[in-house]
């Protein structure tokens, strides 16, 4: 290379070359040759850093020993890295999330809520997700998603919203693209297929609540066949009605059929009081009549037995049981009867004594 194009200008003496020209080598002033030093050229803004660097921590040129490192140097080096550790390492985790932990973009572990510690980045990286927030999806609105076909072969109009929250975020994360558009068409196919096994008049007034019910629980065993990290919460029908086109007809038919409905109701519940109290009534009737049958046939065998009594004492004492028989048919007959004493030997008046006066009194004074 000749002198004049040399980039750290004109090198000196005989030997030529750069390093003959250390005078002029931009890391040092060392002097070589004879000749008196020329006039550095002006370096540019990197030689500068570099310069600066170089006399600050030990960098010299042309044989010059260089500056000693200054002893708080590794201290802040050690400190630069402590702070770049901690800054990429530790985390926080919200209540309502959980984050997955990837290393080297494959996932590693799942963490929970709270403070937590992973290998600096870009070594393992952190995804969080809100897995405790209940997120909803609508679907309808549109002739394409919101007109099914029943059981009956007519046409309902639904509107319905899907509530889903994550349960498993690795799973949400790497097992399906784009989990929450995969979950609306889940919803849609389920829908349909619920509807398509119902009839029309049962969808849109008695079965409203069995609809959902079944379309919740083809979703989640859909979304559970996949392994989308999905839970279904809650499925809302907003809207089952006829097409426009007929939901005036559809409701007259309705109608009809509620006041059907509601003439069937009153001649039950008439039904229901009548019967009853036939019923009642006739085994009232029957639980008499078995009561006075039940008696007469008890006093019927009363008097048997006691007639044979009687023939059995007469027999015993014939003058004796006549007298007493005479005497108390005698005394049941004028038992209510008012009784006069007369006495045939004696003339004049017999004096009276009323037995029946005395009886009165006697039951008034009590």
Do not use: C
Not at 65 to 77: E, H, I, T
Not at 204 to 233: P, S
Not at 242 to 266: H, K, L, T
Request: proline share 5%.
């Amino acid at each position: 290379m000749s002198e004049g194009k040399s980039p750290w200008g004109s090198a000196g003496g005989s030997s030529g070359g750069n390093n003959g020209g250390r005078g002029n080598n931009p890391w040092g002033g060392g002097g070589g040759g004879n000749k008196p030093p020329r006039k550095p050229q002006q370096p540019a803004d990197l030689d500068n850093v570099i310069q600066g660097f170089k006399d600050k921590f030990g960098g010299g040129g042309g044989g010059q020993q260089g500056a000693p490192v200054p002893k708080s140097f590794p201290m802040l080096v050690a400190l630069g890295v402590v702070l770049l550790i901690g800054s990429t390492s530790f985390y926080t985790v919200d209540q309502q999330e959980e984050a997955v932990v990837l290393r080297f973009g494959e996932y590693q572990r799942t963490a929970s809520s709270g403070l937590n510690f992973k290998l600096p980045s870009p070594i393992e990286t952190v995804h969080k997700e809100k897995t405790r927030e209940v997120k909803k999806i609508d679907v309808g609105g549109s002739v394409s998603q919101s007109e099914m076909l029943t059981g009956d072969e007519n046409i309902v109009d639904i509107n319905f919203s899907v509530l889903w929250r994550i349960n498993d975020l690795e799973d949400y994360l790497f097992n399906v693209d784009a989990p929450e558009v995969a979950t609306r068409a889940v919803a849609e196919s389920a829908m349909r297929e619920v509807i398509g096994e119902n009839d029309l008049e049962g969808i849109i007034t008695t079965e409203r609540l069995k609809v959902t019910t079944d379309v919740k629980a083809l979703m989640q065993a859909t979304l559970d066949e996949y392994q989308i990290g999905i839970q279904i919460v809650e499925v809302q029908l907003q809207k089952a009605d006829p097409p426009p086109a007929v939901v005036g007809a559809f409701r007259d038919v309705v109608n009809a059929a509620q006041d059907a409905e509601s003439v069937i109701n009153e001649a039950t519940q008439y039904s229901n009081q009548v019967i009853p109290e036939a019923e009642g009534t006739a085994l009232k009737i029957i639980q008499e009549a078995e009561a006075y049958r039940g008696k007469e046939v008890a006093e019927a065998k009363g008097e048997a037995e006691r007639f044979k009594l009687v023939y059995k004492e007469y027999k015993a004492a014939p003058l004796v049981t006549r007298q007493r028989m005479y005497l108390e048919t005698m005394e049941a007959v004028y038992e209510d009867a008012e009784k006069l004493i007369m006495d045939s030997k004696n003339s004049g008046v017999v004096p009276y004594l009323s037995l029946d006066e005395l009886k009165r009194k006697s039951g008034a004074n009590q």
